[in-house]
Nanobody, 125 residues
Framework: QVRLVESGGGLVQPGGSLTLSCAVSGGTFSSYIMSWFRQAPGKEREFVTTISKGGSSIAYVNSVKGRFTISRDNAKNTVSLQMNSLKPEDTAVYYC??????????????????WGQGTQVTVSS
C-alpha cells in the first residue's frame, strides 16, 4: 500500500518562506512522477508543480514560477517544495501526489494514482 505523508505547513507572513515535505512509503518512489497540488476554500484543486521520476524535468504553474522550487531525493523517498516570497493568494491546503504513467494528465488531479492527506499553508499578516 502506497502512503504519502505531507509535513511543513503552517502560518507565515506575506513575503515569508516555508518548505513542505512529502514522504512516500510502500512503493517504488523512483517509479513515480511527483507533483504538488493545492486547494483553496471554495476553489478546485489546482496543479502547482511536478518533477519527473529522475528529477531532470520540472514544471510550474505560472503563478509560482520564480518563487517555488520542487525537488526530490530518490534515496530518501521524499519530495519537497520550497516556497519563497509567499503571498496571501498562496493560502491553501497543499497536497503531494504520485503517478506512474507518463501522459497528458500531469496537470490534472484525476491523473494521479496516490495522494497525501494535505497540509495547510496560510499566508497572512
Amino acid at each position: 500500500q502506497v502512503r504519502l505523508v505531507e509535513s511543513g505547513g503552517g502560518l507565515v507572513q506575506p513575503g515569508g518562506s516555508l518548505t513542505l515535505s512529502c514522504a512516500v512509503s510502500g512503493g517504488t518512489f523512483s517509479s513515480y512522477i511527483m507533483s504538488w497540488f493545492r486547494q483553496a476554500p471554495g476553489k478546485e484543486r489546482e496543479f502547482v508543480t511536478t518533477i519527473s521520476k529522475g528529477g531532470s524535468s520540472i514544471a510550474y504553474v505560472n503563478s509560482v514560477k520564480g518563487r517555488f522550487t520542487i525537488s526530490r531525493d530518490n534515496a530518501k523517498n521524499t519530495v519537497s517544495l520550497q516556497m519563497n516570497s509567499l503571498k496571501p493568494e498562496d493560502t491553501a491546503v497543499y497536497y503531494c501526489a504520485a503517478k506512474v504513467r507518463i501522459d497528458l494528465t500531469i496537470t490534472r488531479s484525476s491523473g494521479y494514482d496516490y495522494w497525501g492527506q494535505g497540509t495547510q499553508v496560510t499566508v497572512s499578516s
